[in-house]
């Protein structure tokens, strides 16, 4: 299963270069309760970041396991429960809304409690929870963090730092609530339960680019969730000299949500480019990995 890992640099003081990187993802999988992973190189062509530097598999930060002890009990009769009613758990990674900090939203109806183990979790990633809430509507309780790196106070801009923060909190999220497993990508991952359905990746998938003003567009993803989707949807991107300024990921049950600014060269995309995005990014969601027997 491939894992390469999270996002672009979203800071408000982004600025499009043509740089060449050389970028290590790391391959996460969750083996006996253990998180491991191997490295695995490419190179991206053009990407946005706030800082110079290079990006390391060898800084990836492992991903807590939670120790709750109610996993195994809540399945002990080997019943996943009422299905019909289990919310579809919801996990948002927003870059644009605060310019200071990454905000993540955690929705599975009325469920959560404090999310304590997971603050802790994020925490043990070298991360501060400067700002906690929790609101209501008719879709559940919403618990929103507002999170900064701790040795900087900024908002977080390491891509592998991005995809960490996501299953980490996916992964607390089944080890506390494990009736959410079977409605998860990533239960089929690291769960207690695999998800009883399969999503066609071909149907799933919806592309769509529109103008967001002379400077740069929108891009709009839709497919089937999996570790490691969101970091390869921006090599993708970058990999067609496509600059990656900023977005948001959501993690809504089985499927993926991704909502990128993007633009070539300080301006929005032409038609022409356009096409070649879409067509890229649909090649590369049927065909993630290449298998070592072919070679």
């Not at 605060?98 to 939203?105: K, Y």
């Not at 009325?110 to 008719?138: E, H, I, P």
Request: proline fraction near 4%; glycine fraction near 6%; charged fraction near 20%.
């Amino acid at each position: 299963m491939t894992v390469a890992v999270a996002m672009a640099s979203w800071t408000s003081g982004l600025h499009s270069t043509s740089t060449s990187w050389t970028l290590k993802s790391s391959e996460p999988r969750f083996v006996n309760g253990v998180f491991t992973k191997t490295s695995i190189a490419f190179h991206t062509k053009c990407f946005c970041l706030h800082q110079a530097g290079r990006w390391s598999s060898s800084n990836m930060k492992s991903i807590p396991r939670a120790s709750s002890a109610t996993a195994v009990e809540v399945l002990k009769d080997g019943s996943n429960g009422d299905t019909d009613t289990i919310p579809t758990p919801i996990v948002i990674i927003d870059q644009d809304s605060d310019q200071d900090a990454t905000v993540v939203e955690i929705t599975f109806g009325d469920r959560l409690g404090a999310l304590l183990d997971t603050m802790n979790a994020l925490k043990n990633l070298g991360l501060n929870v400067v700002k906690a809430n929790v609101f209501l509507d008719s879709s559940g309780k919403h618990n929103r963090f507002s999170i900064t790196k701790a040795d900087t106070g900024r908002k977080v801009d390491d891509p592998e730092l991005l995809e960490a923060i996501r299953l980490t909190i996916i992964n607390n999220l089944i080890q506390y609530h494990p009736e959410s497993s079977a409605q998860l990508a990533m239960g089929a991952a690291f769960g207690v339960m695999p998800p009883q359905q399969q999503v066609d990746v071909d149907i799933a998938t919806h592309i769509n680019i529109q103008d967001d003003g002379p400077d740069r567009s929108l891009l709009y993803v839709e497919t089937a969730d999996r570790p490691g989707l969101l970091v390869d949807l921006v090599k993708s991107i970058t990999d067609i000299n496509v600059a990656v300024e900023s977005g948001e990921f959501d993690t809504e049950g089985l499927l993926a949500k991704a909502k990128f600014h993007v633009s070539y060269r300080g301006k929005a995309l032409i038609k022409p480019l356009q096409q070649v995005i879409s067509n890229s990014l649909r090649y590369f969601l049927r065909r993630p990995t290449t298998e070592e027997a072919s070679f």
